[in-house]
Each structure stands twice: as structure tokens, then as C-alpha cells.
């Protein structure tokens, strides 16, 4: 996706199949008469950091470093919770950037985050920023393979679909997971909105396989790696008796 071009809004939908792809190129161009461009294949990571103790993510807080080949940025935001939430994300919403170089550790940029996090936490008492950054480190990291196709119609909707292939490292659970998502972004403006929402309930009827979700990435990839409880003695006992109980019943 051309970094210049300013997204309007955009729509995440999980896929089940790979194939889900040539599906959705499909109808696109069979329901809206689409002009379909392939636009690039790109390579992309991004890197979260928390303390061991999530307190970033318990404060609505992220931080994470974005590579997408030799440009490379640091971004400190307020966490976009769920689309439900529009209206106070829009009056509350603080996001922090600075470009660095692919190696460089975020320590480096200490004055970036001492100012910031003081910025987002300032109505907490006695807040030692320099102490949260001795806890950081790598919490999650999402690598992503993206394949973009641009899009347009005779009415001047532009749109890019941005169809990817993820991968989930949760480096507090060392659990990896592999996931395939589709992002769909409108570039024109709001006299094509009704065009968007007309072709996205089109793909929300034909194509049975998207899941549409308001998650963001790292939503995704923390319910995706989360550590699976184990049941301690207590609770298998407790499903060993139900167990009984329902063949009892059936009886």
C-alpha cells in the first residue's frame, strides 16, 4: 500500500482458506465492475514491547517499532480498543512517531520515550518513566507477508486489498501462530461511502469463509498465542464427574 495515500477507513477480516483470496478478487470484480491492479508483494514486522507484568497493555498503551524494508518507525499509542468505541477514541486518541534506523535498540531513543510516556500517563502520581523502560522488552512480534491488489470503480471508489500472511511470535508464552487476515482500505472520500459498505456486504454474504473482526493486530495476536490454562487436580475432577453425570442421564 503507497505510503501517501491517506486511508479513510478500513475493514480486518480472518480468512479460514489461502484460497480465500481468488474468491474475493472474483466478486469484486464481478459485482462492481472493478478496474484490479496487483501492487506489490511486501515484507513486513512489527514489534511490540510490555513488561513482563503487561503494564502497557493493562494502561491501553502500545509500543511498537514498524519495519517495512529499509524505513523503519517508532510509534507510542493509545490502544484502539473497539470499533464500538469510535467516539472516544477519536477525542482520546494519542499516537507518538519517530523514524530510526532497523538496528536500533528503542533504548537509544530515550528522550522519545521518557516524553511520551510522561505524555500518556500524566495524570498518574509520582510516575518514574525511566523505571517502566528498565522493564521493557520484546513482548510480541508480528511478521507479515502482504500481497496488494489496488482497485477502483466508475464512481471513484479506490480501494486496496491487503491480504496477508502472518506469523505471531508471543515471546512471554513462546507460543508462535500462523494466521491468514484481509485488511481492506478505502482511499476516496466519504461521497463513496455507500459504495464501500455496499461491496463489503457483498463480501460478507458471498464469501462465508471471512470473519470480520474490529480487532487490531496485536488483539489478534495476543487471543491467537495466549498460554492455554491447565486444570489443576480440583478442576478435573469436577469434569470427570460431569462426564458421569451426563452418561448417567442419557441412560
Given at each position: 500500500?503507497?505510503?501517501?495515500d491517506?486511508i479513510?477507513?478500513?475493514r480486518?477480516?480472518?480468512?479460514f482458506?489461502?484460497?480465500?483470496?481468488?474468491k474475493v478478487?472474483?466478486?469484486?470484480?464481478?459485482?462492481g465492475?472493478?478496474?484490479?491492479?496487483?501492487?506489490?508483494?511486501i515484507v513486513?514486522?512489527?514489534?511490540?514491547?510490555d513488561?513482563?507484568?503487561h503494564?502497557?497493555?493493562?494502561?491501553?498503551?502500545?509500543?511498537?517499532?514498524?519495519q517495512?524494508?529499509n524505513?523503519?518507525?517508532?510509534?507510542?499509542?493509545?490502544?484502539?480498543?473497539?470499533?464500538?468505541?469510535?467516539?472516544?477514541?477519536?477525542?482520546?486518541y494519542?499516537?507518538?512517531?519517530?523514524?530510526?534506523?532497523?538496528?536500533d535498540?528503542?533504548?537509544?531513543h530515550k528522550?522519545?520515550?521518557?516524553d511520551?510516556?510522561?505524555?500518556?500517563?500524566?495524570?498518574s502520581?509520582?510516575?518514574?518513566?525511566?523505571?517502566?523502560?528498565r522493564?521493557?522488552?520484546?513482548?510480541?512480534?508480528?511478521?507479515?507477508?502482504?500481497?496488494?491488489?489496488?482497485?477502483?470503480n466508475?464512481?471513484?471508489?479506490k480501494?486496496?486489498?491487503s491480504?496477508?500472511?502472518?506469523?505471531?511470535?508471543n515471546?512471554?508464552?513462546n507460543?508462535n501462530?500462523?494466521?491468514?487476515i484481509?485488511?481492506?482500505?478505502?482511499?476516496?472520500?466519504a461521497?463513496t461511502?455507500?459504495?464501500f459498505?455496499?461491496?463489503?456486504?457483498?463480501?460478507?454474504?458471498?464469501?462465508?469463509e471471512?470473519?470480520p473482526?474490529?480487532d487490531?493486530?496485536?488483539?489478534?495476536?495476543?487471543?491467537?498465542t495466549a498460554?492455554?490454562?491447565?486444570p489443576?487436580?480440583v478442576?478435573k475432577a469436577?469434569?470427570?464427574k460431569?462426564?458421569?453425570n451426563?452418561?448417567?442421564?442419557?441412560?
Open positions: 500500500m503507497r505510503a501517501i491517506k479513510r477507513q478500513k480486518r477480516f480472518e480468512m482458506h489461502e484460497n480465500s483470496k481468488e478478487l472474483e466478486l469484486n470484480s464481478f459485482f465492475k472493478y478496474i484490479m491492479h496487483f501492487e506489490d508483494k513486513k514486522t512489527f514489534t511490540y514491547y513488561t513482563p507484568n503494564d502497557l497493555q493493562k494502561s491501553n498503551i502500545v509500543l511498537y517499532k514498524t517495512i524494508g524505513f523503519c518507525e517508532l510509534n507510542m499509542a493509545t490502544e484502539k480498543v473497539n470499533s464500538a468505541f469510535r467516539y472516544s477514541i477519536r477525542t482520546n494519542k499516537h507518538f512517531t519517530k523514524q530510526i534506523k532497523p538496528h535498540s528503542i533504548l537509544k528522550e522519545f520515550l521518557i511520551n510516556f510522561t505524555n500518556m500517563f500524566m495524570s502520581i509520582n510516575f518514574d518513566p525511566e523505571f517502566l523502560m522493564k521493557l522488552q520484546v513482548g510480541y512480534v508480528i511478521k507479515t507477508v502482504s500481497t496488494e491488489y489496488r482497485s477502483m466508475i464512481t471513484g471508489l480501494i486496496t486489498y491480504f496477508d500472511k502472518d506469523i505471531y511470535e515471546h512471554f508464552s507460543q501462530v500462523k494466521a491468514n484481509l485488511t481492506i482500505y478505502q482511499h476516496s472520500g461521497n461511502d455507500e459504495d459498505e455496499n461491496l463489503m456486504g457483498k463480501l460478507s454474504r458471498y464469501c462465508k471471512l470473519t473482526t474490529s487490531t493486530k496485536i488483539m489478534i495476536a495476543r487471543k491467537m498460554p492455554k490454562a491447565v489443576d487436580k478442576d469436577k469434569l470427570e460431569m462426564k458421569k451426563l452418561k448417567k442421564g442419557k441412560k
